[in-house]
């Protein structure tokens, strides 16, 4: 997309692709609450080992 608009080429002119990862806290977090849910009981043990427990004033509603 960007390549095209902005006329992107190496230096012998050939073809360049760009792209995005999305690999931003907030893409990994949506991602794993989406699949995970928010209660930790389903989160994987390693995580919730690591993360610890959720601070008292979170409430699930």
Not at 39 to 49: A, L, Q, T
Not at 53 to 58: A, Q, V, W
């Given at each position: 997309?960007?390549?095209d608009a902005w006329d992107f080429k190496t230096v012998s002119g050939k073809e360049v692709w760009t792209g995005c990862s999305g690999i931003g806290l907030e893409r990994w977090t949506a991602a794993f609450l989406a699949q995970k849910g928010l209660?930790?009981?389903?989160?994987?043990?390693?995580?919730?080992?690591r993360f610890g427990?959720?601070?008292?004033?979170?409430k699930l509603v």
């Open positions: 997309k960007f390549s209660d930790p009981k389903y989160w994987p043990k390693e995580f919730v080992k427990k959720m601070p008292k004033e979170f």
